[in-house]
C-alpha cells in the first residue's frame, strides 16, 4: 500500500529573498490603528505599541484617545452609552467617538482588546491575576452603543478589532491574538509570534524603567529622611479624568509620589521589607499574600492588597492614599482590610472613595491640605518607628537615627481619616 507523505516535509524554505519580497507586500506603514485609552489599557500599552511597531505600523500612525473629560463624552459619546454602573466603563463611549469622529486623519482599525488576565509581579504568587470581568468585557459593552441605530465602523471605514487576550499568560497570547487579528492585519503565525515577543519586551522595558525610577524615589528618601506618598488605585486612576489628577496636587505640596503598579521590587529590597514575616514562615515570599487575601485571583485587587503590606513595612512612605470609581464592587470588600493593613504601623490612610465624572475642586483641596498637614506634623514618628522593626542593614543606604529610642516614639500617627 503506498504511504502518503505531506508535501511539506520535504518542501524547501522561503529563501531571503522570497521572505523579504512577502515582507514588503504586507506593508502596513500606512495603517491607522486607534486604541482608546481606558481601563487597563493605562498598564499594558507599551506591549500594544511594541506589537503594532513590529507589524510595521508607524509609530505616529499608533493613535490613542485623550484623557476621559466630560467635553469629551458630551461630544463623542452623547447618546452611543451603554447601562452599566462602572464610571470607567461608561467613560469609554466618549473614547470609542473621538477616535471614529474627532480625528483630522481618519483610522482604519479600533483596537480594544479585551484583556482577561494581566502581567503582575504577584504571578505565580497567587492564585490568578485576571481582570474585573466588567473591565474585561466593557469593549464588548460600548461596541454595542456605536451598533444599535447603524454600523457606525462600516460607515467611518473601519475596522473594529476587539480580541480577548490573556497578557498575565504569556504563552497563550500568540495562540489567542493569531486567530482575531489574521484577517485585520493579514497575519501569519510566525509574525505573530514575533510581535507579541516584541510586545512583552517593550512592555518589560518600560516597567523595569518605572520601577529603577521608583527605587530612585526611595534611595533620595531613605538618604534624606523625607516622606513620600503610595498611590493605591487601579491603573485606570492615571486617567486624569477618572482619578482628577488628585496625586498631582499631593506631589505639589512637596511629597515624592509611587504609583502602586510600579513599586520597586528587587530582592534586596524585598527580603529586607518581609524578613521577619519571611523567618517565621508567615509568608512564603516577599509577593505572597495569603496572610491577608486568600481569594488572590483579581489581579489588581491583589496588588491593593500587596501594596497595603508593602507601604506598612517601608519605612519613608509615610502615607498611603486610595482611589476607588463609584460603585466599584471589587474594590468594596477591601477598603477596611487595606486601611487595617496600612493603618497597623502607624502609617497615615486617606481614602478618595466613589469618584466619578465630578470633580469638586474645593472638596479636593481640601482634602490634600489636610493630607499635607498630617504627613508633616507625624512622618518623622513614622518613619522612625517603622525602621525600628527593620534590619539595621537597609539596601537603600541610609537608615535613620537608631539611637533614638522605642520610647520616644511610642506616640504612634493618628489613624488617618477616610476623606
Excluded at 25 to 40: A, E, F, T
Excluded at 109 to 115: D, T
Excluded at 161 to 187: C, E, H, I, W
Excluded at 238 to 264: F, K, N, R, S
Aim: glycine share 8%; net charge neutral.
Amino acid at each position: 500500500m503506498p504511504i502518503r507523505i505531506s508535501r511539506t516535509w520535504f518542501g524547501k524554505k522561503a529563501s531571503g529573498e522570497t521572505e523579504n519580497a512577502r515582507r514588503q507586500s504586507k506593508d502596513r506603514s500606512q495603517l491607522r490603528v486607534g486604541i482608546p485609552k481606558v481601563l487597563n489599557i493605562w498598564s499594558t500599552h507599551q506591549f500594544w505599541v511594541g506589537f503594532l511597531r513590529e507589524l510595521g505600523i508607524a509609530s505616529e500612525n499608533i493613535v490613542f484617545s485623550s484623557d476621559t473629560t466630560e467635553e469629551q463624552t458630551r461630544e463623542y459619546g452623547k447618546g452611543r452609552g451603554t447601562v452599566d454602573c462602572c464610571h470607567p466603563v461608561k467613560c469609554m463611549s466618549g473614547h470609542y467617538g473621538e477616535l471614529i469622529f474627532g480625528q483630522k486623519k481618519k483610522i482604519n482599525i479600533l483596537l480594544s482588546p479585551m484583556i482577561h488576565s494581566l502581567p503582575s509581579m504577584l504571578h505565580g504568587h497567587v492564585l490568578d491575576t485576571v481582570t474585573c470581568t466588567r473591565v474585561m468585557a466593557g469593549p464588548e459593552n460600548i461596541k454595542a452603543g456605536f451598533l444599535k441605530e447603524r454600523d457606525l465602523f462600516a460607515e467611518n471605514g473601519i475596522v473594529y478589532a476587539s480580541p480577548f487576550v490573556s497578557l498575565g499568560d504569556r504563552d497563550m497570547v500568540t495562540g489567542q491574538l493569531y486567530p482575531a487579528l489574521k484577517n485585520v492585519f493579514d497575519l501569519d503565525q510566525e509574525e505573530t509570534e514575533r510581535a507579541v515577543d516584541a510586545g512583552f519586551t517593550a512592555l518589560d522595558n518600560v516597567t523595569a524603567r518605572i520601577r529603577r525610577r521608583g527605587r530612585e524615589i526611595l534611595t533620595w528618601c531613605a538618604q534624606n529622611q523625607k516622606p513620600c506618598v503610595l498611590i493605591l488605585a487601579r491603573p485606570y486612576h492615571m486617567d486624569t479624568g477618572i482619578g482628577h489628577d488628585i496625586e498631582a496636587d499631593v506631589q505639589a505640596c512637596g511629597y515624592p509620589i509611587l504609583w502602586l503598579q510600579y513599586l520597586p521590587v528587587d530582592i534586596d529590597l524585598m527580603h529586607w521589607l518581609f524578613e521577619s514575616d519571611l523567618s517565621v514562615g508567615r509568608i512564603k515570599s516577599p509577593f505572597d499574600i495569603s496572610d491577608v487575601w486568600t481569594s488572590s485571583y483579581s489581579s489588581n485587587t491583589n496588588e491593593i492588597m500587596w501594596g497595603a503590606k508593602y507601604a506598612a513595612r517601608c519605612p519613608w512612605i509615610t502615607c498611603v492614599v486610595r482611589f476607588s470609581s463609584y460603585e466599584c464592587g471589587m474594590d468594596q470588600p477591601t477598603y477596611t482590610a487595606t486601611q487595617k493593613i496600612v493603618e497597623a504601623t502607624g502609617t497615615l490612610y486617606f481614602k478618595f472613595g466613589d469618584l466619578d465624572s465630578t470633580k469638586p475642586g474645593g472638596g479636593i483641596k481640601i482634602r490634600v491640605e489636610t493630607i499635607a498637614h498630617y504627613l508633616g506634623k507625624y512622618s518623622q514618628e513614622i518613619i522612625l518607628r517603622k525602621a525600628s522593626y527593620l534590619s539595621p542593614n537597609c539596601p537603600l543606604g541610609k537608615m535613620p537615627n537608631r539611637t533614638t529610642t522605642n520610647a520616644s516614639v511610642a506616640e504612634a500617627a493618628p489613624r488617618s481619616r477616610a476623606v
